[in-house]
């Protein structure tokens, strides 16, 4: 038997395709520096209109003037509405396919995601959407965890603690019981520390690989 009772899911990079790959698509596009928008978004990251976005503090149309200046200040132009457009990635079916897998031998399953407001049809985690398609697909594969924990709903993202802690609360267990799988480094280590078993994503292959050892079960 795991000593893991509880897993938590990042959503974008681990359940559906990295972002990141969605913006180098764009800045190759845009004739921009490869990263250009992780370098936008690492300038100030805990103020810059990303992370305003994200705990809901601006609107989209806030975002897109407030995205555009920073990009400036850089040396570049891109509109914050621009990043918006492209960043839903597409779903990984062996993710989805372990959560049902998980929840079939017992584990719960739960979901923090850095999301932004303004998602189609006020569909819960439906935030990073721009289709009705897709805001549908992102519902079904939610609805599946126990308790979702959306950044632009309670005022606070990762790598805050206070979201993994507001999240053991909900669930009501420990940080030791649980395992938490995100695709940035950053949002990984307040997890560690608080006692979680955490999981950088690099792949969908390799994360389904490590749960799969530190569960010690099979997983798709």
């Not at 190759?28 to 490869?34: A, I, K, N, S, V």
């Not at 570049?76 to 079916?93: C, S």
Request: charged share 20%.
């Amino acid at each position: 038997m795991s000593r893991y009772t509880h897993v938590i899911f990042d959503f974008g990079g681990v359940i559906t395709a990295s972002p990141f790959e969605a913006f180098n698509r764009l800045e190759e596009e845009r004739g921009l520096p490869r990263d250009f928008v992780r370098r936008v978004n690492a300038t100030n990251p805990d103020n810059n209109a990303w992370a305003k976005f994200e705990r809901a503090d601006i609107d989209a149309a806030t975002f897109d003037t407030f995205f555009a200046e920073e990009a400036r200040a850089l040396g570049h132009e891109l509109q914050g509405e621009a990043v918006l457009a492209v960043i839903a990635g597409a779903v990984r079916p062996a993710m989805v396919a372990a959560l049902d897998t998980l929840k079939a031998q017992g584990f719960t399953i739960a979901c923090i995601t850095n999301n932004v407001p303004g998602g189609k049809m006020g569909i819960k985690g439906a935030g990073m959407t721009r289709s009705e398609e897709a805001a549908v697909e992102v519902a079904d594969i939610m609805a599946r965890f126990t308790h979702v924990i959306e950044s632009s709903k309670a005022g606070v993202r990762k790598p805050d603690p206070a979201i993994y802690l507001m999240m053991c609360e909900k669930l009501g267990v420990e940080p030791a019981s649980c395992i938490y799988l995100d695709d940035l480094g950053i949002n990984c280590k307040p997890a560690s520390q608080l006692g979680m078993h955490a999981i950088k994503v690099t792949s969908g292959e390799q994360a389904l690989a490590d749960l799969s050892a530190a569960l010690g079960i099979a997983l798709p």
